[in-house]
Nanobody
Framework: QVQPVESGGGLVQDGGSLRLSCVVS????????MGWYRQAPGKQRELVAAITTGGSTNYADSVKGRFTISRDNAKNTVYLQMNSLKPEDTAVYYCNLRFRDYWGQLRDAWGQGTQVTVSS
């Protein structure tokens, strides 16, 4: 069982910062990429940021210049540093892992989510 576990969410004021962490454990042959998604009430889940094993990154336009994704391959951990937070960043943030298992199958695993609330 592969299970990402997020931490670091909470309540912050407009303009504040938070750092999310996600550690992955389980039977993983090779990680392809790791990322963060978010889902606000009444909206679809959307990609926030993703990073490959090689360090290539991809960001949603709405967070470029404010959020930074990074990873520690040795610890199977991905981070999301969120600065200059806005009320519209309020959502449940989910960690996603795309990997190959030992049977060569490409799979996705999701964390349980962590709430981020930005007050105005």
């Amino acid at each position: 069982q592969v299970q990402p576990v997020e931490s670091g969410g909470g309540l912050v004021q407009d303009g504040g910062s938070l750092r999310l962490s996600c550690v992955v454990s389980g039977s993983i042959f090779r990680i392809i990429d790791m990322g963060w998604y978010r889902q606000a009430p009444g909206k679809q889940r959307e990609l926030v940021a993703a990073i490959t094993t090689g360090g290539s990154t991809n960001y949603a336009d709405s967070v470029k210049g404010r959020f930074t994704i990074s990873r520690d391959n040795a610890k199977n951990t991905v981070y999301l540093q969120m600065n200059s937070l806005k009320p519209e960043d309020t959502a449940v943030y989910y960690c996603n892992l795309r990997f190959r298992d030992y049977w060569g199958q490409l799979r996705d695993a999701w964390g349980q989510g962590t709430q981020v609330t930005v007050s105005s």
